[in-house]
């Protein structure tokens, strides 16, 4: 299985980026999908899960109404739409695939990150 998250970039306080993340060599619509991030120092820390289907999404408290995650089975990708970014969301963002329908833990597959840099 093989990750590609892309659409990072530097961005000022209160502006967009979409993440993208694109899978190949492995059945996507079986699996829950996820995006995590992480800070140097500090540990990986998942910011929103979707399910296999698309219907059930998770977030971390801080980033609910403001991040969106979705799919798309039939391009075998899942997107990442972060509004309203803050400094505090400057990370490492990592794509990553998880062992069921559903995960948010356990997962078995990662990307190689994509950097999100917000300026204040």
């Known amino acids: 299985v093989q990750l590609q998250a892309s659409g990072g970039g530097l961005v000022q306080a209160g502006g967009s980026l979409r993440l993208s993340c694109a899978a190949s060599?492995?059945?996507?619509?079986?699996?829950?999908m996820a995006w995590h991030r992480q800070v140097p120092g500090k540990q990986r820390e998942l910011v929103a899960a979707?399910?296999?289907?698309?219907?059930?999404?998770y977030y971390l408290d801080s980033v609910k109404g403001r991040f969106t995650i979705s799919r798309d089975n039939a391009k075998k990708m899942i997107f990442l739409q972060m509004n309203s970014l803050k400094p505090e969301d400057t990370a490492v963002y990592y794509c990553?695939?998880?062992?069921?329908?559903?995960?948010?833990?356990?997962?078995?597959?990662w990307g190689q990150g994509t950097q999100v840099t917000v300026s204040s």
């Open positions: 990553a695939r998880g062992q069921g329908t559903f995960n948010i833990g356990g997962f078995s597959y």
């Open positions: 979707i399910s296999s289907g698309g219907s059930r999404t």
């Open positions: 060599g492995s059945p996507f619509t079986n699996y829950g």
